[in-house]
Antibody, heavy 118, light 111 residues
Framework: EVQLVESGGGLVQPGGSLRLSCAAS????????MHWVRQAPGMGLEWVSH????????SYADVVKGRFTISRDNAKNTLYLQMNSLRAEDTAVYYC???????????WGQGTLVTVSS | QSVLTQPPSVSGAPGQRVTISCTGS?????????VHWYQQLPGTAPKLLIY???NRPSGVPDRFSGSKSGTSASLAVTGLQAEDEADYYC???????????FGGGTKLTVL
């Protein structure tokens, strides 16, 4: 059974940093592109970043470029999102999602809440 | 402002048919990239409803169907049921942004 479990969310002050993790199981993690998608309270879904299966290529939404870094450890079956210089508008539930090969996702984690507030 | 445009809300009575539109541009839907649809219930992760414009994953009722034409796509729900009340999002890939793009979401209310 495919499972994606996010962790690392919490309350952080503006300007602070946080690292999210997504533990994957039930599939060959190293074979799939992975994504982070976020959802601010009461708002819609927003793509944040993706990373190629071997980690050699990444892409970011303009609003996080230069502040967030996506990475993965295929030996540990874990996806990461390092978030620096956090702003109030980064407050959201962050989901990790496995690309199904057609630039969509059937498998999503349960999400982890990040709150940026003083 | 979302890259893909959806109506904020649609509604229909049980048993009726509703459609949700999704309008993009020449760098996403119009460029030939597929459109996918998700259903999201409150407090839960999105659930894939339609992939590749018109394909249903196993377990999704055939009351849900998708189509795409030009720079737009649509999701149709027939035989509305109370359990269909949820938020629906369209998603595609954008070549200018080099990533996924979503619609702003449509809240479906079953009257």
């Amino acid at each position: 059974e495919v499972q994606l479990v996010e962790s690392g969310g919490g309350l952080v002050q503006p300007g602070g940093s946080l690292r999210l993790s997504c533990a994957a199981s039930g599939f060959t993690f190293s074979s799939y592109w992975m994504h982070w998608v976020r959802q601010a309270p009461g708002m819609g879904l927003e793509w944040v970043s993706h990373i190629k299966s071997d980690g050699s290529s990444t892409s970011y939404a303009d609003v996080v470029k230069g502040r967030f870094t996506i990475s993965r450890d295929n030996a540990k079956n874990t996806l990461y999102l390092q978030m620096n210089s956090l702003r109030a508008e980064d407050t959201a539930v962050y989901y990790c999602a496995r690309d199904s090969g057609g630039s969509y996702s059937y498998y999503w984690g349960q999400g982890t809440l990040v709150t940026v507030s003083s | 402002q979302s890259v893909l445009t959806q109506p904020p809300s649609v509604s229909g009575a049980p048993g009726q048919r509703v459609t949700i539109s999704c309008t993009g541009s020449s760098s996403n839907i119009g460029a030939g990239f597929d459109v996918h649809w998700y259903q999201q219930l409150p407090g839960t992760a999105p659930k894939l409803l339609i992939y590749g414009n018109s394909n249903r994953p196993s377990g999704v009722p055939d009351r849900f169907s998708g189509s795409k034409s030009g720079t737009s796509a649509s999701l149709a729900v027939t035989g509305l049921q109370a359990e269909d009340e949820a938020d629906y999002y369209c998603q595609s890939y954008d070549s200018s942004l080099s990533g996924w793009v979503f619609g702003g979401g449509t809240k479906l209310t079953v009257l």
